[in-house]
């Protein structure tokens, strides 16, 4: 189930998560998801929702989903080598960009 983040609260506990999880589990995006957020807050289309894959238990998954030029796209951490993936549309949708600690802000940005 897809939680909106309606507040700073809801993203903080969301990207904390994620945080506590690549500290642990993912050292190769551990780095580069500080710079991740910031470009999906700056770019996500105005008046849109960023949106985080949440449970029943109201913890927070590894899913994120955020418009952008009118296109959605989620962001998702990808177990079998350690990136997080951009893809179209859903989580299954098509490969836009692999992001791991060597990957640029201007590469992802350029992603969009």
Request: proline share 1%; glycine share 8%.
């Amino acid at each position: 189930m897809a939680v909106k983040v309606e507040s700073v609260d809801i993203l903080k506990k969301y990207f904390s998560g994620v945080v506590r999880r690549t500290n642990h589990h993912a050292p190769n995006v551990s780095n580069i998801i500080y710079t991740l957020l910031g470009i999906i807050i700056l770019k996500k289309d105005d008046g849109t929702e960023i949106e985080v894959r949440g449970n029943d238990d109201d913890s927070t998954g590894n899913i994120l989903w955020v418009i952008v030029n009118g296109q959605r796209y989620a962001f998702r951490y990808e177990h079998s080598d350690g990136t997080v993936e951009i893809r179209k549309d859903s989580y299954n949708g098509l490969l836009i960009l692999k992001i791991d600690n060597a990957t640029t802000a201007a590469q992802i940005i350029g992603a969009f």
